[in-house]
């Protein structure tokens, strides 16, 4: 079965970096996009950033291009997120999910999500 | 403040049937297909709804969805209490290159 297992949050002072990565399994990786979602706490759910299942290209939200980059390896199954000059308002549950269609698939029909890994900027 | 517009919160009884709106514009809703997500209290978001009116494989036939225009719904008939959560509407924005969250509608089932 599909499995998307977010890892790398934690607590971390603003303008510092952190690097989330989400581990799938169950599916052939290489051929799916994927996403990160995030959804800061009592609020809703915010888009930040896609891939390619080929790696290339990439699309950002307008609050975290620049300073955020979505990576993939392939070869490991592994999705990443590298956030750089973290904010505040960065504090958020980041989700992992999966697009349904193989290959290229631009609909947001995301099938599977991850259970989420809590990002916290705080000094 | 969300592009997609949904109403923040919406309840029934048991057994009822409710409806959630998503309103968009031409550029979003208007061009491409919507989604609809679940999210019960703590825990992730779940695809209930895709392409405005298909059902994933195990999502109750009592949800559904339309689409018309620059707006779409989300039907939940025999409303039943697990039904209480959040839901989101979502869709893609082709020349933005961005995935367009609705801001969330908070459902109650009384």
């Known amino acids: 079965q599909v499995q998307l297992v977010e890892s790398g949050g934690g607590v971390v002072q603003p303008g510092r970096s952190l690097r989330l990565s989400c581990a799938a399994s169950g599916f052939t990786f290489s051929s799916y996009g994927m996403h990160w979602v995030r959804q800061a706490p009592g609020k809703g759910l915010e888009w930040v950033a896609v891939i390619s299942y080929d790696g290339n290209y990439e699309y950002y939200a307008d609050s975290v291009k620049g300073r955020f980059t979505i990576s993939r390896d392939n070869s490991k199954n592994t999705l990443y997120l590298q956030m750089n000059s973290l904010r505040a308002e960065d504090t958020a549950v980041y989700y992992c999910?999966?697009?349904?269609?193989?290959?290229?698939?631009?609909?947001?029909?995301?099938?599977?999500w991850g259970q989420g890994t809590l990002v916290t900027v705080s000094s | 403040q969300s592009v997609l517009t949904q109403p923040p919160s919406a309840s029934g009884t048991p057994g009822q049937r409710v409806t959630i709106s998503c309103s968009g514009s031409?550029?979003?809703?208007?061009?491409?297909?919507v989604n609809w997500y679940q999210q019960l209290p703590g825990t992730a978001p779940k695809l209930v709804i895709y392409?405005?009116?298909q059902r994933p494989s195990g999502v109750p036939d009592r949800f559904s969805g339309s689409k018309s225009g620059t707006s779409a719904s989300l039907a939940i008939s025999g409303l039943q209490s697990e039904d209480e959560g959040d839901y989101y509407c979502?869709?893609?924005?082709?020349?933005?290159?961005?995935?367009?969250f609705g801001g969330g509608t908070k459902l109650t089932v009384l």
């Open positions: 392409y405005n009116n």
């Open positions: 031409s550029s979003n809703i208007g061009s491409n297909t």
């Open positions: 979502a869709t893609w924005h082709d020349s933005l290159n961005v995935l367009l």
């Open positions: 999910a999966k697009v349904a269609l193989i290959y290229y698939d631009n609909s947001g029909r995301l099938d599977y």
